[in-house]
């Protein structure tokens, strides 16, 4: 488990999820997706997320924006990710806590593989990648990562129980300061 609070998203936070896709740096969403993408096809792509069938995954900023994300996308015998982090907070163990809650998600749905493609050029990407225990293979510019999942158990189920307590507690308590925050912005001006 993460010392990160990793928040499974609902659908009620798309609109949190598109918005941070959107303030990625076109590098970014190029690494992100394997090919440059415009803000309508980010937009068209966030608004086919099935969340009754596939996972978001977030990290969330004192201000409520998501600092991170992850896609798990679910196929057959294995599951796919796809992770975002903006470029300010990177460094901080967020991909990495991203990708180890999104593995134990998988695992925990008898989902044996988990499965992320990227550029080959997205070092950072494939470091995480293989921290994750994931085997990598690099040609012709594009690398591939499998992750082998062992299966679950009643530890890992309580791992990801008190994960999701603990995100949800985060999220709650970030989302109160900031209530209390936005009422005294309200009172001064009121006093002004």
Known sequence: MSS???????????EAYLAHLLSL??????LRFGSALS???IEAYVSRIDFDADT???VYRENLGLAGAAHVAFAGDFAEIGVSVAQ???????????????????????????YMHCL?????????????GMDVIV?????????????????SVTSEMIADRLALYDFTLKRNVDA???????WAGAGA
């Open 88 to 114: 300010d907070v990177r460094r901080g163990g967020i991909g990495s806590a991203l990708v180890a809650r999104a593995a134990e998600h998988v695992r925990n749905r008898l989902v044996r593989r988990l």
């Open 180 to 186: 209390w925050r936005r009422l005294g912005v309200a």
């Open 120 to 132: 080959a050029e997205n070092a950072t990407m494939i470091r995480i990648a293989r921290r994750a």
């Open 39 to 41: 803000a309508n096809g």
């Open 139 to 155: 040609e012709e510019g594009e690398a591939d990562a499998h992750l082998a999942l062992e299966r679950a158990t009643p530890m």
């Open 25 to 30: 740096e076109s590098d970014d969403v190029r």
């Open 4 to 14: 990160l609070p990793v928040r499974r998203l609902g659908a009620d936070a798309r």
């Open 56 to 58: 978001i995954y977030g």
